[in-house]
Nanobody, 128 residues
Framework: QVQLAESGGGLVQAGGSLRLSCAAS????????MGWFRQAPGKEREFVVA????????LYADSVKGRFTISRDNNENTVVLQMNSLKPEDTAVYYC?????????????????????WGQGTQVTVSS
């Protein structure tokens, strides 16, 4: 069973940056899409960003548009989330997720139920 592992979380001041990475345990892991979600204490898990693994489509939540960037590192078989201009409200556990099946429909990309492989999460804390 393939596993996803996030890294790069930590504590940063407001306005700072962090870079999260998500690596799959199998280099031959076939996936249609990768995404990032986050969950703050007492709140539901929410969509952050997703991308088609083969390229050509990316979807960002309005709350992070212009500040976060998702990318694929082919050499490391990882997906990277570059987070800039961080705000205290970005504080959450960030989860990497993969969908092995094709995704159809714009709203489907942001649903947690669309993704069938999840990482354990990494904590991001932004101090004011």
């Amino acid at each position: 069973q393939v596993q996803l592992a996030e890294s790069g979380g930590g504590l940063v001041q407001a306005g700072g940056s962090l870079r999260l990475s998500c690596a799959a345990s199998e280099r031959t892991f076939s996936r249609f899409a990768m995404g990032w979600f986050r969950q703050a204490p007492g709140k539901e898990r929410e969509f952050v960003v997703a991308m088609r693994w083969s390229g050509g489509f990316t979807l960002y939540a309005d709350s992070v548009k212009g500040r976060f960037t998702i990318s694929r590192d082919n050499n490391e078989n990882t997906v990277v989330l570059q987070m800039n201009s961080l705000k205290p409200e970005d504080t959450a556990v960030y989860y990497c997720a993969a969908s092995r099946s094709p995704i159809f429909g714009g709203s489907t990309w942001s649903r947690t139920t669309t993704y069938d492989v999840w990482g354990q999460g990494t904590q991001v804390t932004v101090s004011s």
